[in-house]
């Protein structure tokens, strides 16, 4: 943020611009206050925008880190193959150092880490048309995130109306920010979201602060009231108080990483919402890509949770907030064990977190 007072500016939003061999960002530490696009021209500053957190959120982390590559290669001239294959693993592999939790980048990169070999081995092209192809992949990835969240959309938004077996709306809450600008557009927990406004069946949506980065209240309520879906802003203190005094059909958040047996990372208090839910009965769905579950890990033991600078929670922008000299334990994420997970909402289809395997054969890396 620029100052303590924030003024919310009205524009249209879209997190990631890129047109052939250029691409912006909507720098997400100055919203709501500013709005303000900064130029990414290859790896090095893909990485430090990500590791910064100008763009967040696991699906935006893929899709720039990915185009970031794709913008240096456009510039560079490779004279074999074997270069521009070792060029490209090498440069993958930092982009995945740029942040831990969210594994979206690093099964974008073994993903195209196995294309850029595969290239290499076909014989029948040269090295331009292989770096042509590597980066028409990538661009690909901008439309695939559009059309899978519309997808998680409408399954959640089903999934979340079956529950309630009447005609009535519903009031769900989310946390963090999962929507336009932390996807390539529409969003995954926030697209199921958009999709119940969009058949009339949203009463409202109540939104948390999310601190100590305040995602929802700087870039959630951001699109909520740009998009003028009736919304509730609540400091995330006050979950289980909603809970009790509100009837809240569900609960529908996102995910940095899914494990292979169903537990999820997510942004540091989903946690504690999703054992509030379970006490008060209300189903906690997850909705996320498959390009978000990882097989490879058996449980949320194994998820690396990335510690971010106490500034994050002394200050907000420039003003502090906590006595001076005071230690803080900032962790990004927690871990929400499956079983207080109703269900996982993917592009693919909706599943119990028990069940998980079934999504196995939808992955290209099974
Ligand atoms: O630290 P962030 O802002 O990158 O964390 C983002 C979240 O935890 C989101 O809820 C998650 O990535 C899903 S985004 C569609």
């Given at each position: 943020?620029?100052?303590?007072?924030?003024v919310?500016?009205?524009m249209?939003?879209?997190?990631?611009?890129?047109?052939?061999?250029?691409?912006?960002l909507?720098?997400?530490l100055?919203l709501?206050?500013?709005?303000?696009?900064?130029?990414?021209?290859?790896?090095?500053?893909?990485?430090h925008a990500?590791h910064?957190m100008?763009?967040?959120?696991?699906?935006?982390?893929?899709?720039?880190?990915c185009?970031?590559?794709a913008?240096?290669?456009?510039?560079e001239?490779?004279?074999?193959?074997?270069?521009l294959r070792?060029?490209v693993?090498?440069k993958?592999?930092?982009?995945?150092?740029?942040?831990?939790t969210?594994?979206n980048?690093?099964?974008?990169?073994?993903?195209l880490i196995?294309?850029?070999?595969?290239l290499d081995?076909?014989e029948?092209i040269?090295?331009?048309v292989m770096?042509?192809r590597?980066i028409q992949?990538?661009?690909?990835?901008l439309?695939k995130?559009v059309a899978?969240?519309?997808?998680?959309?409408?399954y959640g938004?089903?999934a979340?109306?079956?529950?309630?077996?009447?005609?009535?709306?519903?009031?769900v809450l989310?946390h963090?920010?999962?929507?336009?600008?932390?996807?390539?557009s529409?969003?995954?927990a926030l697209?199921?979201?958009r999709?119940l406004?969009?058949?009339?069946?949203l009463?409202r949506?109540?939104c948390?602060?999310?601190?100590?980065?305040?995602q929802?209240a700087?870039?959630?309520?951001?699109?909520?009231?740009?998009?003028?879906i009736?919304?509730?802003?609540?400091?995330?203190s006050m979950?289980a108080a909603?809970m009790k005094?509100q009837?809240?059909s569900a609960?529908?958040?996102g995910?940095?990483?899914?494990a292979?047996n169903?537990?999820?990372a997510?942004?540091i208090?989903?946690?504690?919402?999703a054992v509030?839910?379970?006490?008060h009965?209300v189903?906690f769905?997850?909705?996320?890509?498959?390009?978000?579950?990882?097989?490879n890990?058996?449980?949320?033991?194994?998820?690396?949770?990335?510690?971010?600078?106490a500034?994050?929670?002394?200050h907000?922008?420039?003003?502090?907030?906590?006595?001076?000299?005071i230690?803080?334990w900032n962790?990004?994420?927690?871990?929400?064990?499956?079983e207080?997970i109703?269900?996982i909402?993917t592009?693919k289809g909706?599943?119990?977190p028990?069940?998980?395997e079934?999504?196995?054969?939808f992955?290209?890396?099974s």
């Amino acid at each position: 943020m620029a100052n303590c007072e924030g003024v919310c500016e009205i524009m249209t939003l879209k997190a990631i611009k890129y047109s052939n061999g250029k691409l912006e960002l909507l720098d997400q530490l100055l919203l709501p206050s500013e709005t303000k696009y900064i130029s990414i021209t290859g790896v090095e500053d893909g990485w430090h925008a990500i590791h910064k957190m100008q763009v967040r959120g696991a699906p935006a982390i893929a899709i720039v880190g990915c185009l970031s590559l794709a913008i240096e290669l456009q510039k560079e001239g490779y004279n074999s193959k074997k270069s521009l294959r070792q060029e490209v693993e090498g440069k993958l592999n930092y982009l995945v150092s740029a942040r831990p939790t969210a594994v979206n980048m690093k099964i974008a990169a073994d993903e195209l880490i196995s294309l850029v070999n595969s290239l290499d081995r076909d014989e029948s092209i040269n090295v331009d048309v292989m770096k042509l192809r590597f980066i028409q992949a990538i661009e690909n990835m901008l439309d695939k995130d559009v059309a899978d969240n519309h997808a998680i959309g409408e399954y959640g938004s089903q999934a979340i109306l079956n529950g309630i077996k009447s005609d009535k709306t519903v009031r769900v809450l989310t946390h963090c920010n999962t929507g336009s600008l932390a996807t390539a557009s529409y969003g995954t927990a926030l697209g199921v979201i958009r999709s119940l406004h969009s058949y009339g069946k949203l009463e409202r949506v109540y939104c948390t602060e999310t601190r100590p980065y305040n995602q929802g209240a700087r870039l959630t309520a951001y699109e909520l009231v740009q998009e003028k879906i009736p919304a509730t802003l609540l400091c995330d203190s006050m979950v289980a108080a909603l809970m009790k005094r509100q009837n809240i059909s569900a609960v529908v958040v996102g995910a940095d990483r899914v494990a292979a047996n169903g537990d999820t990372a997510n942004k540091i208090g989903t946690y504690q919402i999703a054992v509030v839910a379970k006490h008060h009965s209300v189903p906690f769905f997850v909705a996320a890509p498959l390009t978000s579950i990882d097989f490879n890990i058996p449980s949320g033991e194994n998820i690396v949770i990335e510690e971010r600078p106490a500034h994050e929670m002394t200050h907000i922008g420039e003003c502090r907030i906590a006595a001076p000299g005071i230690t803080c334990w900032n962790p990004a994420f927690d871990v929400t064990p499956a079983e207080l997970i109703t269900a996982i909402i993917t592009e693919k289809g909706i599943v119990r977190p028990a069940e998980i395997e079934k999504l196995k054969d939808f992955t290209r890396r099974s």
